[in-house]
C-alpha cells in the first residue's frame, strides 16, 4: 500500500510569511508525529497526535508552530510569520500505536528567505 | 526523562561487523528501545526495537543489558549500502505523556 506522503516536497517563502505542510499518514495509522530536522542535524520532536487528539505537544518551538489532525487521517502543520530559522526539513511518521514502528515521509524541505 | 547519548561518527569496512552503542542512564522501567537508519534525503527508516535482552531480525540484532542503561545495535558484514546515520530513539509508554528521546545520530561509514 501507498505509504506516508507530505506535500509540498519543497517550500521556499518570504521571512514573515505563513505556510502549511501537509501529511498524509498510513490509513488505519492511529499515531502521527511531525519532527523538524535542520541541515546535518538530528531529529526535533515537535507533536504527537494519538487520533485527532495530541496528548504530547511539548516540541512545538514557539506559539508560531501549530497543527491539527481531521478524520484520524491528515494533518497539517502550520507555522506563522516564518523566520529564518525555521529553515529545515520537516518530517512527519505514523504508526499503528505507541512504541510501534513509525513509518516516515519523504520530508518537506523548508527554506525561508 | 532519559536522555541518549551515542558516538557522533563510526568507520568500518565491508564485511566487518559494526556495534554502535547507545547510552540512556535514566530509562523508565516501561521505555522500549528502537534504532533507525537514516540516508540522505530520506526520513529514517526503522531497524529493530527491543525492551530487554536480545533482539534479533533479518539485518541487526540489538543488544541490552539486564540494567538496561545502554543498548548496542549490531550490523553483520556491513556493505558500502550501510552508510547512514544511526538513530536511537527511547520512547516512554505510560499514559498519555508520551514522550519521545531521540539520539542525536551516529555517522556511519563505510569503506571498501
Known amino acids: 500500500g501507498a505509504g506516508v506522503s507530505q506535500s509540498p516536497s519543497n517550500k521556499v517563502t518570504e521571512k514573515g510569511k505563513d505556510v502549511e505542510l501537509r501529511c498524509d499518514p498510513i490509513?488505519?495509522?492511529?499515531?502521527l508525529y511531525w519532527y523538524r530536522q535542520r541541515l546535518g542535524q538530528g531529529l526535533e520532536f515537535l507533536i504527537y497526535?494519538?487520533?485527532?487528539?495530541?496528548?504530547?505537544k511539548s516540541g512545538l518551538p514557539s506559539d508560531r508552530f501549530s497543527a491539527e489532525r481531521t478524520g484520524e487521517s491528515v494533518s497539517t502543520l502550520t507555522i506563522q510569520r516564518t523566520q529564518q530559522e525555521d529553515s529545515a526539513v520537516y518530517l512527519c511518521?505514523?504508526?499503528?500505536?505507541?512504541?510501534?514502528?513509525?513509518?516516515f515521509g519523504p520530508g518537506t524541505r523548508l527554506t525561508v528567505t | 526523562l532519559a536522555k541518549t547519548t551515542q558516538p557522533i561518527s563510526m568507520d568500518s569496512y565491508e564485511g566487518q561487523e559494526v556495534n554502535i552503542t547507545c547510552s540512556h542512564n535514566?530509562?523508565?522501567?516501561?521505555?522500549?528501545i528502537t534504532w533507525y537508519q537514516q540516508f540522505p534525503s530520506q526520513g529514517p527508516r526503522f531497524i529493530i526495537q527491543?525492551?530487554?535482552?536480545?533482539v534479533t531480525n533479518e539485518v541487526a540484532s540489538l543488544f541490552i543489558p539486564a540494567d538496561r542503561k545502554s543498548s548496542t545495535l549490531s550490523l553483520p558484514r556491513v556493505s558500502l549500502s550501510d552508510t547512514a546515520v544511526y538513530y536511537c530513539?527511547?520512547?516512554?509508554?505510560?499514559?498519555?505523556?508520551?514522550?519521545?528521546?531521540w539520539g542525536l545520530g551516529t555517522s556511519l561509514a563505510v569503506n571498501p
Open positions: 497526535f494519538q487520533g485527532n487528539s495530541a496528548p504530547d
Open positions: 490509513s488505519g495509522h492511529t499515531a
Open positions: 527491543g525492551y530487554k535482552t536480545k
Open positions: 530513539l527511547v520512547g516512554n509508554n505510560a499514559g498519555n505523556n508520551r514522550k519521545l528521546i
Open positions: 511518521a505514523s504508526s499503528l500505536g505507541r512504541d510501534r514502528e513509525q513509518y
Open positions: 535514566n530509562i523508565a522501567t516501561n521505555d522500549y
